[in-house]
């Protein structure tokens, strides 16, 4: 983790520091490597948040993009007693969870379920195939009346599995920790809505400034007015022209007799 509390108030971690675990109130000890970035870890192995995965330098420029005090707020839940620790929650109530490693499908369920109000941002760059998977795929894409939104047919053969059944908004980085190039497919945020149907998806594509700005200033990643809904997308089709060729013959006492053409 990032922060954690020495004489109550939020410290990142600085070599030999000691403090106290926001979530559960146990002794953490900073860990100021040069393999890993700088956090707090707990003095045992057990995690007090079972959600909680080990944060990478990927994780970290995310966080980054949003203030100090929306980044790991512990959330409770009265009815269940159940609290964890969300990546971002901004000031407008949307969490925000950064994924980089594999996640079991009860666990997705689980975070979904609890934080309600959220969506994903997952690294698309950890697996190697994932990227060449998708961009081979864009080109069957199908453009729709609204900018930047597509449908695409057969999803399972465009993105990981373990996100096609996701009941919130998934945002895929393909661009990962490399430098952005000219590659505008790599630097593109692609957006999978939840899905209502297993052999199409709707697919929204935006720049990573344009999603910054959404998410600093929303409650939703899109207004209900801006919204896609599958049900209502039709993808645009080619207009075909249908000619009718004159006809060549014509019938005649009992025979077939070509027409001349003068």
């Not at 020495?6 to 000691?18: F, G, S, T």
């Not at 190697?128 to 053969?157: A, C, H, I, L």
């Not at 809505?193 to 929303?218: E, I």
């Not at 801006?226 to 004159?246: D, G, L, M, N």
């Amino acid at each position: 983790m990032r922060f954690a509390l020495i004489e109550n108030k939020r410290v990142e971690a600085q070599p030999k520091h000691q403090g106290i675990c926001p979530n559960c109130s146990q002794p953490v000890i900073a860990k100021c490597g040069d393999k890993k970035v700088w956090h707090w870890a707990h003095r045992t192995i057990r995690s007090c948040d079972s959600w909680w995965e080990p944060e990478t330098e990927w994780h970290r420029n995310w966080k980054n993009n949003y203030p100090a005090e929306w980044q790991e707020i512990v959330l409770f839940d009265e009815q269940t007693d159940e609290k964890h620790i969300a990546d971002v929650r901004t000031i407008h109530n949307l969490v925000i969870e950064f994924q980089h490693s594999a996640i079991k499908p009860e666990e997705r369920i689980s975070r979904e379920k609890f934080y309600k109000n959220m969506l994903w941002v997952v690294d698309g760059s950890r697996l190697k195939r994932d990227y060449p998977r998708f961009k081979k795929s864009v080109g069957n894409f199908k453009r729709t009346k609204q900018q930047g939104v597509y449908v695409v047919d057969f999803p399972d053969e465009v993105f990981p599995k373990s996100w096609l059944n996701s009941s919130v908004q998934v945002v895929f980085d393909f661009c990962g920790l490399t430098t952005p190039d000219k590659d505008e497919i790599k630097n593109t945020l692609w957006c999978l809505l939840p899905q209502k149907d297993v052999t199409q998806a709707v697919v929204v594509g935006f720049r990573k400034s344009d999603f910054l700005q959404m998410t600093h200033y929303r409650n939703q990643l899109f207004s209900p007015a801006e919204k896609p809904q599958q049900k209502q997308i039709t993808p645009q089709q080619p207009q075909f022209i249908i000619r009718r060729r004159a006809p060549t013959h014509y019938f005649h006492k009992g025979k077939w007799v070509k027409i001349r053409r003068f």
